[in-house]
């Protein structure tokens, strides 16, 4: 699914350059707040933090280097040992691979999927990738998302990270995202305009109506989600 508003040509140019914030940025599990253009060319990894203020490099997180932050980032609670449905928002059909890894609170990682090695990888719609999560208790760790942008330079990455409690149990729904409620059998039960397991993932529309005065809804054809 991928259905977006498309408005008519004397708007289009202008709407489009303001819509692109962030290049690529984790949908589910939610990301952290950073205000920051998060590539390797301009913030720190794995995490980020602006070259120019980061103390070191290592990503600022609240409870990871002992100081308050001033923001509140979201954690998600995972089931240790299951498949995770990790999902990205994507501004732009991006060339390369992606990878997806786990950081361990000790700063160990693992990498859950990785096809930034693939020569012939290039999928740029791609927006999700099941990945199995390991059987062990994390807590205060991250999912860390990378992907590739060839068409700059070979080294040029994006990247985005979630804070996330791996535990042998967890809520059901994972609180549907905050965007559904959870029924008796223990399934989401998604809010207009969001999909997916949990909730996580968002439409920008359902009907031309939802696009207002200017525009049409479009399945832009995504491959996934």
Not at 12 to 33: D, K, R, W, Y
Not at 110 to 139: F, I, K, W
């Amino acid at each position: 699914m991928g259905l977006r508003c498309m408005l008519t040509a004397v708007v289009v140019a202008s709407t489009l350059l303001l819509g692109v914030q962030a290049h690529i940025a984790l949908e589910f599990p939610p990301p952290i707040t950073l205000n920051d253009f998060m590539d390797n060319a301009r913030s720190t990894t794995p995490c980020g933090m602006s070259t120019t203020t980061a103390s070191s490099a290592l990503w600022k997180l609240q409870g990871r280097d002992g100081s308050s932050a001033p923001y509140e980032d979201p954690v998600t609670d995972l089931k240790s040992g299951s498949h995770l449905n990790v999902s990205w928002l994507l501004h732009y059909p991006h060339q390369g691979g992606h990878a997806v890894t786990l950081i361990r609170h000790n700063n160990s990682e693992l990498v859950l999927e990785s096809t930034m090695d693939r020569m012939s990888y290039n999928d740029g719609t791609q927006r999700s990738a099941m990945v199995q999560l390991p059987d062990e208790e994390c807590l205060d760790c991250i999912i860390q998302f990378r992907r590739q942008a060839l068409e700059f330079s070979p080294t040029y990455v994006f990247h985005s990270c979630a804070r996330v409690n791996l535990r042998a149990e967890t809520d059901a729904c994972n609180g549907c995202s905050a965007h559904g409620t959870c029924n008796s059998a223990g399934k989401c039960e998604c809010d207009k305009m969001f999909y997916g397991e949990y909730c996580q993932n968002k439409n920008e529309c359902e009907e031309d109506g939802d696009c207002g005065a200017h525009g049409k809804c479009f399945d832009i054809g995504a491959t996934t989600p």
